[in-house]
């Protein structure tokens, strides 16, 4: 019997790309439709861009250089925003584990409870941070905390989402294995499935913390403390020099967060 | 109207005698989709034996053996298992009946970011649940030294402290093993525990298993494909053959050729 077969299926190539079918085809079609609506509907306009340039070019030369005049109070109004960040974080992590192991499906058998954690995060979620912070100042006025709690809801519904989903993805043969010696589920899932989630736990944290500091940037400009306030002022008070000040502060805190939380994942993954 | 004369109940499966500790009668177990696995299986497992259950791949020997843990609900027949009759409704009489199990699966099935310490702390939570069995760091230090001196037994004392991930195969193999008996359970279950080891780890495996268990004065059931450790590590064969149990037999008495034959 011979060791190889000719077909002779390899004289002519295969096409390089599979030909739609008319399903796909029409989904084609309706995509790039919806695209075109969406820029006509959004007043895309590449000459109004072109047309603002000069008035960019006036904020730049009108901002530089930054002013250090209230370098000091900027200060501290930065270093309110990430505690805002880091708290807020903390307490929206803190809420996002409890509810997360009734979100994981099969791993609590609660049928009923994961449906109301799953509703929960969604919840959280599909509403905007500036939602949120606007509903805490009504709730907690003015400042901070106002902030800290937006950001807390936030993380909660961002964490507990992917939480779930790690446990979920969690091999399930070490807890299996403890149940087989009567281990109760709790136990088993705080022995095994934790722990074995927890380096996407760890990524997901850095994370919403990462995330967090970008919103409380902006939380400030509804009154929820944090220095998007001050951002704001300045730019009503043509102050752009203070502006670009604050804009550097910005982008070093936000810089830094990320560098920072880039390290600790690359040696939580390297183990 | 007598319920009871128009609803017979099935006559409950008489009390198994003094020191049989597994008594299986006319099981049957059956899947919707599978059918049926196997039926009229019976016998009779007494404190201290050694028994190997042999047969080809979807024979039902895994499935047996998840019966025997309460996991498979049987369609026929029933399950005595240290004296208690099984019902896989009642979840809190299993979870206890369990505790007193060890069971070691195919694939260790170790937490693998965790200390080999706290991996065989956990073997103790079916007992004694709680947080404070959660790592071996937080555990009562008389929960650690019996994890240890199980670690011990399978001569791995001394990583006790290393991150499961790292061992061998066959070291975490062992270390499942550990797991297994730090509860000093009464009746130890195996699903292929050799499996997935070369030949070498799985003997080096096979002879601490052999040697702990005796130790003990545990029952022992394994599974198994190597009819060298089927014959050898037990006292007695049980082999399933197309649903049937065709096998039951004190391993000296077995020529290798009745073994074969479960898997033609």
């Known amino acids: ?271 | 109207m007598n319920l009871a004369l128009a609803y017979p109940l099935p006559a409950p499966a008489p009390a198994p005698e003094q020191g049989i500790e597994i008594a299986v009668r006319e099981l049957e177990v059956s899947y919707r989709r599978r059918g049926t696995v196997f039926s009229q299986v019976s016998f009779e497992i007494r404190r201290g034996d050694r028994v190997s259950l042999v047969g080809s791949n979807g024979a039902g020997k895994s499935t047996l053996l998840k019966a025997l843990l309460g996991f498979v609900a049987p369609s026929a027949g029933s399950i005595n298992v240290l004296g208690q009759q099984l019902s896989v409704s009642d979840t809190r009489a299993l979870r206890e009946l369990r505790a007193s199990i060890g069971f070691v699966a195919q694939k260790h099935n170790l937490v693998p970011r965790l200390s080999v310490l706290s991996n065989v702390v956990h073997g103790t939570l079916g007992g004694r649940p709680g947080p404070f069995r959660w790592f071996h760091g937080i555990a009562p230090d008389e929960v650690r030294r019996r994890a240890l001196a199980a670690l011990d037994r399978v001569g791995l004392a001394h990583l006790a402290l290393q991150r499961a991930d790292s061992l061998s195969g066959g070291q975490s193999q062992r270390v499942a093993i550990a797991r297994a008996l730090v509860s000093e359970p009464r009746l130890i279950l195996a699903d292929e525990p050799v499996a997935s080891l070369d030949p070498a780890a799985g003997e080096d495996v096979m002879q601490v298993f052999e040697e702990v268990v005796r130790a003990e004065g545990a029952t022992l059931i394994f599974t198994t494909h190597s009819l060298d450790h089927a014959t050898r590590y037990a006292d007695r064969v049980l082999g399933l053959c197309h649903g049937t149990l065709r096998i039951d037999s004190a391993s000296h008495a077995l020529a290798a050729g009745e073994i074969r034959a479960l898997y033609g």
């Open chain 1, 1 to 271: 019997m011979p060791s190889t077969v000719n077909s002779g299926l390899a004289r002519t190539l295969p096409s390089r790309f599979a030909r739609p079918t008319a399903l796909a085809f029409t989904g084609y079609t309706v995509g790039l439709a919806v695209l075109v609506w969406a820029v006509r509907g959004s007043g895309w306009s590449v000459r109004e861009l072109i047309e603002g340039m000069p008035a960019f070019a006036d904020f730049l030369s009108r901002s530089f250089p930054p002013s250090l005049d209230r370098l000091g109070s900027l200060t501290r109004t930065i270093v309110e925003t990430f505690q805002m960040a880091i708290s807020g974080t903390l307490t929206g992590l803190v809420l996002a584990l409890p509810l997360s192991i009734f979100a994981a499906r099969d791993l609590t058998g609660s049928r009923v409870l994961g449906s109301v954690a799953r509703a929960l995060f969604a919840l959280f979620r599909t509403v905007p941070d500036l939602v949120w912070a606007l509903i805490f100042v009504i709730i907690v006025g003015l400042g901070p905390f106002a902030g800290t709690l937006a950001i807390a809801v936030d993380a909660a519904g961002f964490a507990g989402r992917f939480f779930a989903e790690a446990m979920e993805d969690a091999d399930k043969g070490p807890a299996d294995a403890l149940r087989a010696q009567g281990v109760r589920r709790s136990d088993a899932i705080f022995c095994a499935i934790i722990p074995a989630a927890m380096p996407s736990f760890i990524t997901t944290s850095l994370f919403s913390l990462e995330k967090a500091v970008r919103s409380s940037v902006v939380l400030g400009l509804v009154g929820a403390g944090g220095i998007g306030l001050e951002l704001k002022v300045a730019m009503d008070m043509f102050d752009y020099p203070t502006a670009a000040t604050v804009i550097l502060m910005i982008f070093v805190l936000v810089l830094a967060v990320e560098r920072a939380g880039s390290f600790v994942r690359k040696r939580i993954i390297e183990g």
